[in-house]
């Protein structure tokens, strides 16, 4: 067989590269590098050129307690779809052929209709007179309609649903990779089906599950929709009252100096869970070792 | 191989070819970009303002629809493409908007000010319609057996009435029926007093089942007796009874406020649009509103032509307006921000 020679040589191979990165490099930098700069400048130059809009921040206690309320429905949003998307994500992989398209286009159903309207969906679902509680009371579960909406546990309900299929995807894109051999010798070398699993698929499947974690987590972040219509009056977060600052009281330096708050938090959070993700395939022998 | 790597590149500058713009040619009629809250409102505006307007001047009327996003408005305005030609705004816009300098001058030859009521004009805009947050119920719930609250001193009283209720997630309103509630008059609400509304609002806290945010859903939280009792706006509860609905109201401590027409600057049919502001302020035109939502009009020669049978049901009746109070909107434009933060630390304890 005539071997391939080298088509290019080094050179162009980098310029290539670069020509290819380039154009979606710009389109980063000008529609969002840009504006979060236009961002910051905004927070420190409106409406003159103090540190009021941040002074403000942290004088006044009720943001940080905003912020704290943000920053604890989101984890406990993502501790539910790891929860919910793990198991579903699994039996996804376990299964073929035409149950596995459904169960693939079930995950993605959620994306078909706006947010908005699968948020309304949920009112009617959630509400004193709504499906659950009317199906409850038929089956004698319990004997008085429950509270499912307008407070935390509706939101929970409503932003996991929507978030779901952001677990999903990237834990079975891990889990698909996995060679099932692997569970089944460690089962054939003694350990049973827990003890198999949690010492091969499981280590194995933490890329995926940190990456699904990451989305679901700075996803939920800045959600705005899902806890103003589902929550109660103790479920603000902070996407509302930048919201609020932006359209009603148009005092857009405040605004700005929330928003850059909101990020600079993200941001921490971001490089948190890369370096947790690092620290993790470190220990961790990686699926190409395996190979 | 060479073929490959320039077939690559071409495919690299394909996000630039995005950027580029196609121009096309403009309309030769006269258009008028006009926007308002949607809904059973705009339905309303549009078989009273638009189709008449627009075949009385012969103009192209687009509607568009927003939920009152300011910051859009303002960003429309600042970024120097404006899209928006007239636009139904919400009084404090009109202040705040003035402010900050995002309207053009209403041009007064045009629009009949003298028969305007004197709250109805303003540099910058001028009043569309006058509405009203009152106290709602379900219908069926109450019966001349079983009498409605009357009155926010009603509204606060949960042992008289233990029914689930419902306000508005906004401290607009809310502080008003605070007050009357715990027995300030009328005439002497403003300027607020902080301290107290906050107090009593504290008595009825825990009672509110749910605060609403979208201007339907009082009628479908009383529709489906998530709540009993509710404030809202007395166009959507009187349109949403006639629908069939089990809601009703009441107007006793009823908060007159209303609606303004602007036209944002730099607006690209800004002689259009005082056409517009001239025929919907005009007598003829505002007496036709009324008959498909009871929302009341600034014109002193439309008040006269409604007939009693509407009239009774609009905030501007005499008889209803004696129960009610009249917003202060300057109040409300300088003290917003503190108050939103204060209302803010009060939801969360």
Same mark, same amino acid.
């Given at each position: 067989?005539?071997?391939?020679?080298?088509s290019?040589s080094?050179?162009s191979?980098?310029?290539?590269?670069?020509?290819?990165?380039?154009?979606?490099?710009?389109?980063?930098?000008?529609?969002?590098?840009?504006?979060?700069?236009?961002?910051?400048?905004?927070?420190?130059?409106?409406?003159?050129?103090?540190?009021?809009?941040?002074?403000?921040?942290?004088?006044?206690?009720?943001?940080?307690?905003? =912020?704290?309320i943000?920053?604890?429905?989101a984890?406990?949003?993502?501790?539910?779809?790891?929860?919910?998307?793990?198991?579903?994500?699994?039996?996804?992989?376990?299964?073929?052929?035409?149950?596995?398209?459904?169960?693939?286009?079930?995950?993605?159903?959620?994306?078909?209709?706006?947010l908005?309207?699968?948020?309304?969906?949920?009112?009617?679902?959630?509400?004193?007179?709504?499906? =659950?509680?009317?199906?409850?009371?038929?089956?004698?579960?319990?004997?008085?309609?429950?509270? +499912?909406?307008?407070?935390?546990?509706g939101?929970?309900?409503?932003?996991?649903?929507?978030?779901?299929?952001?677990?999903?995807?990237?834990?079975?894109?891990?889990?698909?990779? =996995?060679?099932?051999?692997?569970?089944?010798?460690?089962?054939? +070398?003694?350990?049973?089906?827990?003890?198999?699993?949690?010492?091969?698929?499981?280590?194995?499947?933490?890329?995926?599950?940190?990456?699904?974690?990451?989305?679901?987590?700075?996803?939920?972040?800045?959600?705005?929709v899902?806890p103003? +219509?589902?929550?109660?009056?103790r479920?603000?977060?902070?996407?509302?009252?930048?919201?609020?600052?932006?359209?009603?009281?148009?005092?857009?330096g405040?605004?700005?100096a929330?928003s850059?708050?909101?990020?600079?938090?993200?941001?921490?959070?971001?490089?948190?869970?890369?370096?947790g993700?690092?620290?993790?395939?470190r220990?961790?022998?990686?699926?190409?070792?395996?190979? | 191989m060479?073929?490959?790597?320039?077939?690559l590149?071409?495919?690299?500058? !394909?996000?630039?070819?995005?950027?580029?713009?196609?121009?096309?040619? %403009?309309?030769?009629?006269?258009?008028?970009?006009?926007?308002s809250?949607?809904?059973?409102?705009?339905?309303?505006?549009?078989?009273a303002?638009?189709?008449a307007?627009?075949?009385?001047?012969?103009?192209?009327?687009r509607?568009?629809?927003?939920g009152?996003?300011?910051?859009?408005?303002?960003?429309?305005?600042?970024?120097?493409?404006?899209?928006?030609?007239?636009?139904?705004?919400? &009084?404090?816009?009109?202040?705040?908007?003035?402010?900050?300098?995002?309207?053009?001058? !209403?041009?007064?030859t045009?629009?009949?000010?003298?028969?305007?009521?004197?709250?109805?004009?303003?540099?910058?805009?001028?009043?569309?319609?006058?509405w009203?947050?009152?106290?709602?119920?379900?219908?069926?719930?109450?019966?001349?057996?079983?009498?409605?609250?009357?009155?926010?001193?009603?509204?606060?009283?949960?042992?008289?009435?233990?029914?689930?209720?419902?306000?508005?997630?906004?401290?607009?309103?809310?502080?008003?029926?605070?007050?009357? *509630?715990?027995?300030?008059?009328?005439?002497?609400?403003?300027?607020?007093?902080?301290?107290?509304?906050?107090?009593?609002?504290?008595? !009825?806290?825990?009672?509110?089942?749910?605060?609403?945010?979208? %201007?339907?859903?009082?009628?479908?939280?009383?529709?489906?007796?998530?709540?009993?009792?509710?404030?809202?706006?007395? %166009?959507?509860?009187?349109? %949403?009874?006639?629908?069939?609905?089990?809601?009703?109201?009441?107007?006793e401590?009823g908060?007159?406020?209303?609606?303004?027409?602007?036209?944002?600057?730099?607006?690209?049919?800004?002689?259009?649009?005082?056409?517009?502001? *001239?025929?919907?302020?005009?007598a003829?035109?505002?007496?036709?509103?009324?008959?498909?939502?009871?929302?009341?009009?600034?014109?002193?020669?439309?008040? *006269?032509? !409604?007939?009693?049978?509407? *009239?009774?049901?609009?905030?501007? &009746?005499?008889?209803?307006?004696?129960?009610?109070?009249?917003?202060?909107?300057?109040w409300?434009?300088?003290?917003?921000?503190?108050?939103?933060?204060?209302?803010?630390?009060?939801?969360?304890?």
């Amino acid at each position: 067989m005539k071997s391939a020679r080298p088509s290019r040589s080094l050179k162009s191979d980098g310029l290539t590269t670069w020509l290819l990165i380039v154009p979606s490099l710009l389109f980063v930098i000008l529609v969002f590098i840009l504006p979060t700069l236009i961002l910051f400048r905004r927070s420190v130059v409106d409406p003159s050129f103090t540190l009021e809009n941040y002074a403000r921040i942290l004088h006044e206690p009720v943001y940080l307690q905003v =912020i704290w309320i943000t920053f604890k429905i989101a984890t406990i949003v993502t501790v539910l779809t790891i929860v919910l998307g793990y198991p579903f994500a699994y039996a996804i992989n376990r299964t073929r052929g035409s149950l596995k398209l459904i169960l693939l286009g079930l995950t993605l159903l959620p994306f078909w209709t706006s947010l908005l309207v699968r948020t309304f969906a949920f009112i009617l679902l959630l509400q004193q007179q709504g499906l =659950i509680n009317k199906m409850l009371l038929t089956l004698h579960i319990i004997s008085a309609p429950i509270a +499912l909406v307008y407070n935390l546990p509706g939101v929970l309900v409503g932003m996991t649903y929507m978030l779901l299929p952001y677990m999903v995807l990237p834990l079975y894109g891990t889990l698909h990779r =996995i060679d099932p051999k692997l569970e089944w010798s460690a089962s054939s +070398l003694g350990a049973g089906r827990l003890r198999a699993f949690c010492s091969t698929t499981l280590p194995l499947s933490a890329p995926g599950l940190v990456a699904g974690s990451a989305i679901v987590f700075l996803l939920s972040l800045g959600f705005f929709v899902t806890p103003a +219509l589902l929550g109660g009056p103790r479920e603000q977060t902070i996407s509302m009252i930048i919201e609020a600052q932006v359209n009603q009281l148009l005092n857009w330096g405040f605004a700005a100096a929330l928003s850059v708050v909101l990020i600079l938090i993200t941001a921490l959070f971001a490089v948190l869970i890369v370096c947790g993700g690092w620290i993790i395939s470190r220990r961790k022998p990686s699926l190409a070792e395996l190979r | 191989m060479k073929n490959r790597s320039r077939v690559l590149v071409l495919f690299a500058l !394909i996000p630039l070819l995005l950027f580029t713009r196609c121009s096309g040619s %403009g309309p030769k009629q006269r258009e008028l970009v006009v926007v308002s809250y949607g809904g059973s409102y705009q339905d309303a505006q549009r078989k009273a303002y638009f189709e008449a307007f627009a075949k009385k001047y012969n103009v192209n009327v687009r509607e568009e629809t927003w939920g009152g996003d300011f910051g859009k408005l303002k960003a429309m305005v600042e970024s120097g493409n404006v899209t928006w030609d007239v636009v139904d705004v919400e &009084a404090y816009m009109v202040l705040r908007g003035a402010q900050q300098n995002l309207y053009e001058k !209403i041009d007064y030859t045009k629009v009949p000010k003298d028969e305007l009521l004197p709250e109805a004009i303003n540099d910058y805009g001028v009043v569309a319609v006058f509405w009203s947050t009152v106290q709602a119920f379900n219908s069926q719930h109450f019966s001349p057996d079983k009498p409605h609250p009357v009155g926010w001193a009603d509204f606060w009283n949960t042992q008289k009435f233990p029914e689930p209720r419902a306000l508005r997630k906004d401290p607009v309103g809310n502080l008003e029926f605070a007050l009357l *509630a715990d027995g300030v008059p009328k005439d002497r609400l403003y300027p607020l007093d902080l301290d107290r509304a906050f107090a009593s609002l504290d008595k !009825i806290k825990s009672h509110v089942k749910v605060w609403w945010t979208a %201007g339907e859903q009082p009628v479908q939280l009383l529709s489906t007796s998530e709540v009993l009792i509710s404030s809202g706006w007395n %166009g959507r509860i009187y349109s %949403g009874a006639k629908e069939g609905k089990p809601v009703a109201l009441d107007w006793e401590g009823g908060l007159v406020s209303s609606d303004w027409w602007v036209i944002p600057r730099g607006s690209k049919n800004k002689d259009v649009a005082q056409d517009f502001l *001239a025929f919907a302020s005009s007598a003829e035109a505002q007496s036709e509103l009324p008959k498909y939502i009871a929302y009341g009009p600034p014109n002193k020669n439309a008040i *006269a032509r !409604i007939p009693p049978e509407i *009239a009774k049901d609009l905030p501007t &009746a005499p008889q209803n307006l004696a129960k009610q109070v009249i917003i202060n909107n300057e109040w409300w434009e300088k003290n917003q921000a503190a108050v939103l933060d204060r209302w803010n630390k009060w939801l969360l304890k």
